[in-house]
């Protein structure tokens, strides 16, 4: 399901056909250092990632991770999205894209897109940022990495 587009980017749901995309984003040097190793290396490792993680959410909250790709071409590049965390009782935006998104701004649009496309639409409340998640955005910023 398309979530919405920007100028550049299309985000929608996942589906189990992207679970090869899965893996090699998980897998990619940047995002393990730093983001998490995920430990998801095979594709069902993939699949079970998606169907208990961005497409659990959406159906328990109604947003989640969404797949990102670049307008027009249907080429995944990332993911983007609103995570609910119960423990802290918000709604955050988390995003990964590799460092060839930065300089076109590509991340901007993913982030605003994901705050655009659910944020009205499902009147999500609150919306907020973690202390420490904006520590990790600002060091992947300015690394380069994701």
Known sequence: MKVIDTVRLTLRHFEVDDAD????????????????????????????????????????????????????????????????????AVTLPECALPSSAQPAGLRRDGDGGALRGVQHPLRISPLAQAPQERGARARLSSSGAL
């Open 21 to 88: 995309f899965i893996v090699r984003l998980l897998n990619a040097p940047t995002f393990i250092r730093h983001i998490a190793d995920k430990g998801r290396r095979t594709r069902e490792e993939a699949l079970r990632y998606l169907e208990h993680g961005p497409m659990a959410s959406y159906r328990a909250h109604g947003v989640g991770r969404n797949l990102v790709e670049r307008k027009g071409e249907g080429t995944p590049i990332g993911m983007c999205g609103l995570v609910t965390r119960d423990e802290l």
